[in-house]
């Protein structure tokens, strides 16, 4: 009997905490979006549903269970056949379903179609950040995270946006279509941001497609949803969605840098200059494997005092243009300019006393990139 | 059925079976991982294959003394009936593979279909089957193709044909015909073994001359994967008509009671109507 | 009604034996084979066959099941702490491995090989030496894939899914000894489970129809049936990983012509039918469990029997369901968002079934019933989460998050081992011929119940928050309810000791059961004496007359 009670009361709590829980914001983003909408609209549906049959069955069993104790002197009846309740309970359900399914089959057909885009981003997922490019604006760029190691090991205090920061969000103009072009470099990634209901894997050699219109300006955080290796946890998304005008001024400046680094290709380049431009690449893209002080750990080579690397400046240079196949050692040369490319080998042949001198400029990059 | 039912008593080669196994794949993985490690390897198959042997003994030596009735009889049949089961689904897996690859991925790298933007990825790469130049051009692809209409035509003519001449042999065993039994199994034999030094030369040729390789890309992965493991499955099955004939030979086996030939028969059919799909669908199609 | 018995020989048979667990000290008395260790290696009877593998289950469970607290320990709070994250990603996939393969299934198979012939009215497993191979395969499998944390560059770290290319091109060295140590735990299961067609097929005591078998029996059937037909496809595929790996072929990879994406839709293939083989024998326990204690026959045996086979088809139908992000065509997630949703029909039949078993019962709860009983409202509960992941478009929004952890660990951990636990409770009566200690069992049940609920369903809303799986930190929006689950995850783990203990105390001594160790039990099993003596029905019991009452 008390255990009754107790089942009762701990059944009952449980399901007064969910939706408690729920309304407050433990549960799915309403989102920003149209799509994002009906997708919660869809999923509190299935829950009170769920919530509803619940109750019903349970119901039924602790009256049961509380009705026909034996300790209260219950006999057992006999009966263990019925047809009619055994097809209602089999064409209820059944017709439950069919009234959930309707209303997800209509969304799923509008999330996919992707038809009028106003812009097409290509969003690549590599071991451990996001490249993206907007086709035909000639702007690319890599988005990793920017929440310090020292956050993560616990010796400084923990931002508000632990783990939810990256150096260069991906900016999207509101009110737009805007198409993802999914893919990945190695192994398989997902693009996820809540708020904008979109999830999509970025499979390797494969192209996968969605779509987004953000109703509201504002800063829209996710993360990579599908294990990716070591630094899966560290691999988060962030959208920063403007108003048009302000989202065209930030794409001609982006244009503009984009052009004025082209055009720097063929100059010489100052040792500082790389030097400045190559640590800062360095940090946001190879620092995940090789370490921010170049030391390497388990299968990721040290760089520091690498001593084959440090006679052999085309080999280097081979390594981070090409990649190496079949390792984590991925071909930057897609998706970093020459530049960077430049500036990051100077920055390892001249950082942690490997101080070589060795200048590599961005033109030689240039050159075996065509 | 009064409690004739035979359980053995305790037996070792069970628990050898399951460390000898232990030791082979080890072996194995240690072979493929460090690249030594052969002689554990070589040393578990040896195992593997003793235990079997053995185990094997054991029950001939049982069934001869008669220990074995109508009903245990049957747990045989059912057990070797839903082997055979799971080994088409093993194969089943492979046909499926090659059909996925056909029918969605290569489109679909190549730009048709409902993923058809893959091809933003490999803007040359162009499908078709067999899968000459795979998208990535770093990976060469076979620059010949295996005609159906020559070796594999011959192979098929020799398996269909050893699937009748087993029939016939069991026919004969079943009209306590030991003789002429005996005689078409060894026929049998022979086409299976002729199937099998088939299949290497024509190995020999796809790595020579044909450019067929496992690292062909996706045509030489399923070619090896699907005629290699077909290849693997014959050989058991000549193994195990092989010990057939020697127990026929050895006067095994009565009109009526001759399970482990009909067993060792099943497989073989089994192994044969795989090799048509694989005919039908690596070679011809 | 109780059937014919076999002969008896109380005397001979009273220490027959005792094989809840090893190392008796009496009981190779009237055995004639080995003794010691050597008998438990040699042997060829069901019921020590099932003794191992039930042990072999409870220390897989304890080893998956620490690794699962290295997990919950990392998650207490957000940063890294204890492991790095090479070394989390360890332990989720051995975890999930170990409790997938060593822990639940091989339980299922240990119940299977000690019940179904005492069910069916067998001498024993058709197979019997083949049985012993069956559970000796599983010692090496699993110490070749525990071996794996000792190897250079870790264990497998891929996630117990080892989606290609992360376990192919980019796993570590161990992968090939994972893969073997699969090959192995495959072959086990097949053989094992080709056995228990045969037996139960084959074996039945005469006039025991298949509409007259227990529903452990016939849930044991299609099961094995599911298993023959999905664990090679799993051989398969690992096959393909190996010959990607090793030999330089290129099926998961789009460069040669391959594609990602099949190595999950063979994946899944195999497991979303696995996903049932972890349950359909659990409905099977309940089914037996529940009509015991409320003394009343199972309500609607014949569409019990029919919801285990619709559940099965439909298993094969349904794999697409963990790939709808994965970037499929329109038509094929619409077919198979249909298909899954379908499942909660036959499963709801046999909710429906349970609970109307207890209306107009006389029920009491003993430990048994009590897991019954949680698990029928905790598995529903696991259902419905279920059917909402099944939903596509919100399934974009819950795949891959701890919503989908909440999801399995409800079908699985109240589900799945709540079934065992109660199903071990029940028979422990035969196996040892005492009761379980009833005072332990309800603190252990009480425990179990409150520590479950505290780690997996404050899951569900990290998981609705946003909060991925397989991650060994988390923003900070997520740590009270990380917290609360590490909490309940130790009491539910410390819980499992008192399980252990229970277990000692009955093999040890304890009060008396007769041959019909709970009142309301009908099936055959209860008509052999406790413990049921090392050879049982020698002579088949004849049937004919004495059909249970099923319909
Ligand atoms: C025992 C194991 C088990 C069982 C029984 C189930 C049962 C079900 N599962 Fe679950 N599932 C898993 C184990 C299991 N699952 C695992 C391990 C994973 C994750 C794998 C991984 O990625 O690692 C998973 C993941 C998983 C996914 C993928 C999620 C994702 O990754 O995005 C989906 C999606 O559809 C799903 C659906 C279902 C459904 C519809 C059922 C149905 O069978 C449930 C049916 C039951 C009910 C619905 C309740 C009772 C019914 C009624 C009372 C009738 C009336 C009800 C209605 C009409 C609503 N499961
Ligand atoms: C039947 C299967 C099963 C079972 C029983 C469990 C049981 C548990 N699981 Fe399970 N889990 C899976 C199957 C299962 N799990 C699967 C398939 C995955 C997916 C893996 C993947 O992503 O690849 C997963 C993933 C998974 C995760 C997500 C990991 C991640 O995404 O990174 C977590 C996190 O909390 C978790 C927790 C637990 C806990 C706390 C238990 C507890 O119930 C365990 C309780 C048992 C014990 C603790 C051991 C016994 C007790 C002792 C040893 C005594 C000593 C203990 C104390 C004194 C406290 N599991
Ligand atoms: Cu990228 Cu996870
Ligand atoms: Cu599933």
Redesign the pocket.
Known sequence: MRAMLAWVTGMGVSWLLAPAALANGWNMPKGVTEISRDIYSLHMTIFW??VV?GVV?FAVMFYSLFRYRRSQGAKADNFHEHTTVEVLWTTI?LL??VGMALPATATLQRMYDPSGADLDVMVTGQQWRWHYEYMDEGVSFTSSMSTPTSQISGEEARGENYLLDVDNPLVLPVDQKVRFLLTSDDVIHSWWVPELAVKQDAVPGFVNENWVRIEEPGIYRGQCTELCGKDHAFMPVVVHAMEQDEYDEWLAERKAEAEAEANSVDREWEMDELMERGEQVYGSVCATCHQQDGSGSGQFPALAGNDQMLDDVDWHKDVVVNGVSGTPMAAFGGSLSAVEVAAVITYERNAWDNDTGDVVQPSEIQEMLE | MSGSYYVPETSKWPALGSAAVGVMMIGLGVVLVHGVGSLIMALGTVAVLAVMWFWFRDVVIESRQGLYDAQMDRSFRWGMGWFIFSEIMFFAAFFGTLYYVRTFALPWLDGEGAKGIATLLWPDFTASWPLMNPPDSSISGPHDIVSPWQLPLVNTLFLVTSSITLTVSHEALKEGLRATARNWLIVTLVLGACFLIVQGVEYYEAYTHYGITLDAGIYGSTFFLLTGFHGFHVTIGVVTLAVMLARILKGHFSRDDHFAFEAGAWYWHFVDVVWIGLFLFVYVF | MAPKLPPQHPLEHSTATTAGQAHEHDDHHHYGGPGGIKRWLLTTNHKEIGSLYLIFSLSMFFIGGIFALVVRAELFQPGLQLVQPEFFNQMTTMHGLIMVFGAVMPAFVGLANWMIPLQVGAPDMALPRLNNFSFWLLPVAFGLLLSTLFMPGGAPNFG??FYAPLSTDYGPPSTTFFIFSLHIAGISSILGAINIIATILNMRAPGMRMMDMPLFVWTWLITAFLLIAVMPVLAGVITMMLMDINFGTSFFDAGGGGDPVLFQHLFWFFGHPE??I??LPAFGIVSAIVPTFARKPLFGYASMVYATASIAILSFLVWV??M?VVGLPLAAELFFMYT?ML??VP??VK?FNWVTTLFRGSITFETPMLFSLAFIVMF?IG??S??M??IVPA?FQ???TYF?VA??HY??VP??IFAIIAGVYYWLPKWTGHYPDERLGRWHFWLSVIGVNLTFFPMHFSGLAGMPRRIPDYALQFADFNMVSSLGGFLFGASQLLFVAVLIKCVRGGEKAPAKAWEGAEDLEWSVPSPAPLHTFETPPDMTSQAPQRH
């Open positions: 549903i769920c049959i069955v359900p439950i379903l | 117990w899914t996903v049932y972890m349950i369901h963990h709808f899954t499942i909660a499963t709801g909710v529903t259902g419905f279920g059917l992941l099944a399934d819950y795949h891959d989908v999801h399995f079908v699985l589900g799945a």
